[in-house]
């Protein structure tokens, strides 16, 4: 005990000496690159910030609020974390998504997602990330999702969910609903409603994915906090849903066909259960990637419509253009690069997604102490330091917003400004960008341009019946909070 005792001044001193020289070289670094420091901001509940993160999740266009207020980067002081830095600046954004060595998200999501979700592209960095988003991409190439055939048959089934003509229907958990069965096919090979002797349903499955989700979230925002928070739900939750896909994994290693509804002109392609499993047999890693795929696809299409379904409604005469565009084409155009291809379509859906992008803020951590280019002094122009493990939030709906790249008036839901406009590839950010960009920004865009298509051939006048302003909400993805309440009606009534 005494010889611990004696050791304590030294290990003491050595403490001292090691933080001492990192202040020594922090200050070497911030001195040779010439950073100034952030403008700062100071949240009410100063502990941890919990008010400043309530208010730019709950109210997605606060952050353009603060953005005008404080420049276009600013630093949010707390007692007990590390400074959270905003940042809007185009040239911050570039070097965050390009430089992988120095930026990442898995100190921020690993610890509270491995358990339902193991490691994958969603919650890993290095050598562990490259190989998920490898094992990913042969799901995404062409001849893989140009069958919409798929797409179709849910079309027909919502058509049929529709109410009466002039009667007000959201079409928000209707989108969500279609899109939740063909992501089941793309993922798994399998339809809502077909029995493939697993140990629960698919709806059961869906049920316990979404349980498991919300806590999964919970657990990351309480940190070591969640040790105190009961988990039996959360548990049982996983287990439904890592047991339900376990039966999947098991047939595709072993080669066994899951069976699925085909149409007379049925494509052959493959899930990404059996991509994965014809490149590893690690069904641990195949189940993990499955529900991290499942994350990002679940409401990310169907979210966008219903922005753009929001948007259309308000906008008549923008209905009308995108009616006459598809009726001038018809059926011609209902095919993936056709679709693709569509001016009319596809500025609708890069419209909504510049109002309202389905990631309005994106956080990564610094993995080194490292430098920022610009959002330091008095004019945000000069260089920034960022230590290690500090967290950056990058503002999308605030970047969509900076009229010198997309003109006047940019709240104004206008498509035809993409005619003439040309952001960078960092000043818009609809599908991200870097090494992490989306690999489904093809498929999701031809997807939706399909259902735009299909809806504006059927009805004639999209009207809407909400009278509110769009209010987003905040999960993985963001939505309209109040849905999309409109009227429909077909031509000649």
């Not at 999309?484 to 009534?493: D, F, I, P, S």
Request: net charge positive; aromatic share 10%.
């Amino acid at each position: 005990m005494g010889y611990l005792f004696n050791l304590l001044p030294a290990v003491s001193l050595l403490v001292i000496a090691l933080f001492v020289n990192q202040h020594r070289r922090r200050d070497v670094m911030r001195y040779q690159k010439g950073c100034q420091p952030l403008v700062q901001y100071q949240p009410t509940e100063f502990l941890m910030g919990l008010d400043f993160q309530f208010i730019i999740h709950n109210d997605i266009a606060s952050l353009h609020r603060f953005i005008q207020g404080y420049g276009n980067s600013f630093q949010v002081n707390t007692l007990f974390s590390k400074p959270t830095i905003i940042t809007v600046a185009p040239e911050n954004v570039k070097l965050i998504n390009t430089r992988d060595n120095e930026w990442g998200i898995q100190p921020d999501r690993l610890p509270g997602m491995e358990f339902f979700c193991g490691l994958g592209f969603i919650t890993t960095d290095g050598d562990v990330w490259r190989h998920s988003r490898a094992l990913l991409r042969p799901s995404f190439a062409k001849r893989n999702i140009a069958d919409l055939s798929v797409l179709s048959r849910e079309m027909d089934k919502l058509f049929s969910e529709l109410p009466e003509e002039g009667v007000t229907v959201d079409l928000q958990p209707l989108l969500y609903i279609m899109f939740l069965n063909t992501s089941l096919h793309f993922l798994l090979g399998i339809s809502s409603d077909e029995e493939q002797r697993a140990p629960c349903t698919p709806g059961q499955f869906v049920d316990a994915f979404h349980t498991a989700l919300f806590w999964t979230m919970i657990r990351i925002m309480l940190g070591r906090a969640w040790r105190f928070v009961p988990r039996s739900r959360y548990l049982r939750a996983c287990n439904i849903a890592h047991s339900f896909l376990d039966h999947y994994v098991d047939l595709a290693v072993a080669g066994t066909t899951i069976s699925s509804k085909k149409s007379p002109n049925h494509v052959p392609r493959r899930s990404l259960m059996q991509v994965l499993s014809s490149q590893t047999d690690d069904q641990d890693l195949i189940r993990s990637q499955v529900l991290q795929g499942m994350m990002a696809s679940q409401e990310t299409t169907s979210s966008l419509l219903g922005n753009a379904f929001f948007l259309l409604s308000r906008h008549p005469a923008q209905w009308k253009r995108v009616r006459e565009e598809v009726l001038a084409k018809g059926d011609d155009l209902l095919n993936f690069d056709s679709l693709l291809n569509s001016k009319v379509l596809q500025n609708v859906l890069y419209e909504s997604l510049r109002l309202y992008p389905v990631f309005p803020l994106l956080g990564r951590v610094a993995l080194c102490d490292t430098i920022l280019p610009v959002g330091g002094g008095p004019n945000h122009d000069a260089p920034i330091f960022v230590s290690k493990g500090t967290k950056v939030e990058m503002g999308y709906h605030a970047l969509h917003r900076d009229p010198r790249v997309f003109g006047d008036v940019v709240e104004a839901f206008r498509p035809e400004r993409w005619d003439t406009i040309n952001p960078g590839q960092w000043e818009f950010m609809g599908f991200g960008g870097g090494s992490r960009a989306c690999l489904g920004r093809q498929k999701s865009l031809a997807e939706a341009a399909y259902v735009l298509a299909r809806m504006a051939m059927r009805f004639e006048k999209l009207e809407s019946r909400d009278d509110r302003e769009w209010k987003g909400e905040m999960k993985l993805t963001c939505k309209s909070a109040n849905g999309c309440e409109v009227a429909l009606y077909k031509a000649g009534r």
